[in-house]
């Protein structure tokens, strides 16, 4: 099993920029799915962004596409989702999951009830 710990998030004003991390230990994410969700207070946690295993591929949320840029960094065993023109919506805690099984579609990911979470990282964009 994989420990996933984010970081970088943060308060922000609309217009901003911030860049969240998610550390792997335990294993390596090569080969794994990995993306971003996120979950506002009262609503349920939303799907953001998610990269293939080989990191060839991308797939973003609508509300996110143009905005948000996920990458992945192997040889620091971590992903990045770079945020851009950030907005008051955008506040969420954002969570860091990874797909449990190897090689898998990228598209899929979102859907799977199966995956390794990080803490969260708290996102608050003001108006």
């Known amino acids: 099993q994989v420990q996933l710990v984010e970081s970088g998030g943060g308060l922000v004003q609309a217009g901003g920029s911030l860049r969240l991390s998610c550390a792997a230990s335990?294993?390596?994410?090569?080969?794994?799915?990995t993306g971003w969700f996120r979950q506002a207070p009262g609503k349920e946690r939303e799907f953001v962004a998610a990269?293939?295993?080989?990191?060839?591929?991308?797939y973003y949320a609508d509300s996110v596409k143009g905005r948000f840029t996920i990458s992945r960094d192997n040889a620091k065993n971590t992903v990045i989702l770079q945020m851009i023109s950030l907005k008051p919506e955008d506040t969420a805690v954002y969570y860091c999951a990874a797909d449990v099984q190897q090689f898998q579609s990228v598209t899929d990911f979102r859907f799977k009830t199966e995956k390794d979470w990080g803490q969260g990282t708290q996102v608050t964009v003001s108006g």
């Open positions: 335990g294993r390596t994410l090569w080969g794994y799915v």
């Open positions: 990269i293939a295993w080989s990191g060839g591929s991308t």
